[in-house]
C-alpha cells in the first residue's frame, strides 16, 4: 500500500519562508512525478509545482522565483522550499506522487495510479 506523508508547514508572517516535505512509504517504488497541490478555503485544488524523476520542475506562476521543488528519489520524498510568501499562499497542501506501474518486491504486481497525501496546512499571515 502506498501511503504519502506530509511534513512541515505550519503559521508565518508575510514574507517569511517555510518547507514542507512529503515522504512515500515504501522505498521499493517508483515514482513518475511528484509534486505539490494546494487548496484554499473555497477554492479548487490548484497545482504548486512539480518534478520528474529526471528533475525537471514546473510551477504555478504565482509561485515562481518564490518556491523551489525538489525531491530524493532514493528516499521518494519530494520537498518543497517555500520564501516570500504571502497571505493569498495560505492552504492545505497535498502531495501527489505518480506510482509505475510494475513488479515490486514484497508487494508484486502493482498498477500505476496517482496518490494523495492527507495534506499539511500552511498560513500566512499579514
Known amino acids: 500500500q502506498v501511503q504519502l506523508v506530509e511534513s512541515g508547514g505550519g503559521s508565518v508572517q508575510a514574507g517569511g519562508s517555510l518547507s514542507v516535505s512529503c515522504a512515500a512509504s515504501?522505498?521499493?517504488?517508483?515514482?513518475?512525478?511528484m509534486g505539490w497541490y494546494r487548496q484554499a478555503p473555497g477554492l479548487q485544488r490548484e497545482l504548486v509545482a512539480k518534478?520528474?524523476?529526471?528533475?525537471?520542475?514546473n510551477y504555478a506562476d504565482s509561485v515562481k522565483g518564490r518556491f523551489t521543488i525538489s525531491r530524493d528519489n532514493a528516499k521518494n520524498t519530494v520537498y518543497l522550499r517555500m520564501n516570500s510568501l504571502k497571505p493569498e499562499d495560505t492552504a492545505v497542501y497535498y502531495c501527489?506522487?505518480?506510482?509505475?506501474?510494475?513488479?515490486?518486491?514484497?508487494?508484486?504486481?502493482?498498477?500505476?495510479?496517482?496518490?494523495w497525501g492527507k495534506g499539511t496546512r500552511v498560513t500566512v499571515t499579514s
Open positions: 515504501g522505498s521499493i517504488y517508483r515514482f513518475n512525478d
Open positions: 501527489n506522487a505518480e506510482l509505475v506501474p510494475g513488479w515490486y518486491r514484497g508487494a508484486g504486481h502493482v498498477p500505476g495510479g496517482s496518490y
Open positions: 518534478i520528474t524523476s529526471g528533475g525537471s520542475t
